[in-house]
């Protein structure tokens, strides 16, 4: 392949070398706001509105990384036809969309001792006055039921959660079937609260475990798409200063 000759040939290979990965992480930034929206959903149909901080960053950084994508073909082709406008249309989007990724990362950070102080209180209330059963079809009672099944709990903090509630009232059973450890058995009859018959630790600090895990992992995939466009941004304004 024949070599470029141009004044400014190394700084254009540098700059199309970044804006590939300008695009991997728009690319990642895609994926984490999949992530984030798929798991937000599903907490924020547990913990309630508390959480939704979740969803909204997913959908911002599934937003986010589809410009990053559109904007790194930009930067090519305003690098192949050396055109001062393209290039300070990138250089601003850029900056902007480097502004909301650091801010969604700030605000995951700060909304999370929120969410671990607020959420429970709101949660164990909800549980209480909204859980159905177990083959009950809404929302919330399905969420719960899965919940309580694939992290091996029961209720809020544990199994006295459903005492006095309008679960409780209506069925007239201690615990539903999602609190036992094999469902179906015999001894899961909703009396049985023994430790071989039922999950005896509540749900809520493994689901503020997920919470946590997701909020960091939000929060640092922005931060780090917004360190491998920072060189970008500058490569980028540096050709422009330059061909001005």
């Known amino acids: 392949m024949a070599e470029i000759h141009t004044p400014y040939a190394s700084l254009k290979k540098l700059l199309s070398l970044l804006n590939g990965f300008v695009a991997m992480s728009g690319i990642l930034l895609v994926g984490l706001g999949i992530g984030g929206k798929c798991g937000g959903a599903s907490l924020t149909s547990v913990l309630g509105l508390s959480s939704a901080y979740l969803l909204h960053v997913g959908n911002l950084c599934l937003v986010m990384g589809c410009v990053t994508v559109l904007l790194s073909c930009a930067g090519w082709y305003g690098v192949a036809k050396e055109s001062r406008g393209m290039l300070l249309f990138c250089i601003l989007s850029m900056v902007i969309v480097l502004i909301v ?12 001792p929120i969410v671990r102080d607020v959420v ?13 059963g177990y083959n ?15 992290l091996k709990c029961c209720g809020v903090n544990n199994y006295t959660d459903f005492s006095g ?26 009396r049985n609260v023994s430790t071989n018959v039922i999950h005896q630790k509540g749900c809520f600090h493994k689901l503020l475990k997920i919470t946590k895990t997701q909020s960091f992992t939000l929060s640092g995939g922005s931060l780090g ?5 920072l060189p970008g941004i500058l490569a980028t ?3 422009f200063i330059k061909l001005g």
């Not at 990724?101 to 999370?112: K, P």
């Not at 009950?136 to 694939?150: A, F, G, H, I, R």
């Not at 679960?167 to 909703?190: A, L, N």
């Open 101 to 112: 990724e650091v801010t969604a990362a700030t605000v995951v950070l700060l909304f999370f």
């Open 120 to 132: 429970l209180e709101h949660t164990f209330v909800t549980l209480r006055n909204n859980y159905r």
């Open 136 to 150: 009950e079809p809404d929302d919330y009672s399905t969420q719960w039921n899965l919940v309580m099944e694939k």
């Open 165 to 190: 509630s309008s679960f409780e009232m209506t069925t007239g059973h201690t615990y539903p079937r999602g609190c036992c450890k094999s469902i179906g058995t015999v001894t899961c009859d909703g």
């Open 225 to 229: 798409a917004a360190a491998i466009q």
């Open 237 to 239: 304004l540096l050709l």
